[in-house]
């Protein structure tokens, strides 16, 4: 265990989100509170509009925020110039989205050592790194292979590969599996749990599956951007 083991890896205090759209004002998030522990992986449930996508743009910084403060490894991620998030972002956090958002004219490997080019590492070793991560995913026979030449299972695999490449401390995942037929949902959360059981590698995920949910090791439940409940089935560290 770390000395940082007992430290929350995110705490989100009082975060407020309003969008404006004309006369409109939408409150998406309402001064919700979230602190995320080392190791969890935590899914995000609610209906539809109650904020769950708001609620991973926002504390991932990849959105602004209108009230409230987010901790990532105790540095306020609003407090920053938007190049020094954009930096903090690279280093500790990886995305894996619905839609694969993998780049097509990239092969498997080039995909995902991007952010390790990203943040400077050096051109072999990211190769290097990339390719492992890719044997970790089960890919290994697939690195040379570009995106369309690839499963919907295959390509969001290769998404998580580049999601955890880096060694994020935390991964957001907005409905992963929302674009997978069952067999090929399943393996990639088979695969998101045994990163996160293996590696200890923390995972928020929004989901409307709720076999999905209930699996994980904590579950929360949004309504109105607020959240309503909160639900620990695991050890919340490791
Ligand atoms: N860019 C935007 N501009 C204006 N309103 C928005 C915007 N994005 C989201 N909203 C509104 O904010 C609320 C929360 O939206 P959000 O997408 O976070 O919900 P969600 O729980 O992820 O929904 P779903 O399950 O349908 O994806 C909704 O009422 C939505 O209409």
């Known amino acids: 265990m770390t000395t940082t083991a007992n430290e929350p890896l995110l705490v989100a205090e009082s975060v407020t989100k ?24 935590v899914a995000v449930m609610g209906p539809s509009g109650s904020g769950k996508t708001t609620l991973l743009n926002c504390l991932s910084g ?7 403060r987010v901790l990532v490894e105790g540095r306020d991620l609003f407090a920053m110039s938007d190049h020094e998030r954009t930096a903090h972002r690279a280093r500790s956090m990886g995305f894996v989205f619905q839609s694969f958002n993998l780049i097509p004219v990239l092969d498997a490997a080039e995909n995902v050592e991007l952010p390790l080019l990203l943040v400077g590492v050096p051109a072999r070793e990211a190769r290097e790194r990339a390719v492992a991560m890719l044997d970790k995913v089960g ?13 919907g299972g295959e390509q969001q695999r290769v998404t998580i590969a580049r999601a955890l490449v880096a060694g994020p401390a935390v991964v957001w995942a907005d409905e992963p ?13 088979d695969l998101l749990r045994r990163l ?3 590696e200890g590698q923390a995972i928020v995920l929004v989901t409307h599956d ?3 949910g209930h ?3 904590r579950l929360v439940t949004m309504r109105d951007g607020r959240l309503i409940r909160d639900e620990i089935r695991a050890p919340a560290m490791r």
């Open 139 to 151: 890919l290994a026979g697939r690195a040379g292979h570009r995106p369309n030449e690839l499963s």
């Open 215 to 217: 699996s994980a090791g």
């Open 62 to 68: 990849l959105d602004d925020i209108d009230g409230g």
């Open 18 to 41: 309003v969008y404006r759209t004309g006369q409109q004002e939408v409150v998406a998030l309402d001064e919700l509170n979230l602190t995320v522990w080392r190791g969890e992986l």
């Open 210 to 212: 709720d076999g999905i």
């Open 177 to 189: 599996t929302g674009n997978l037929d069952s067999a090929m949902a399943a393996q990639v959360m």
């Open 196 to 198: 996160n059981e293996d």
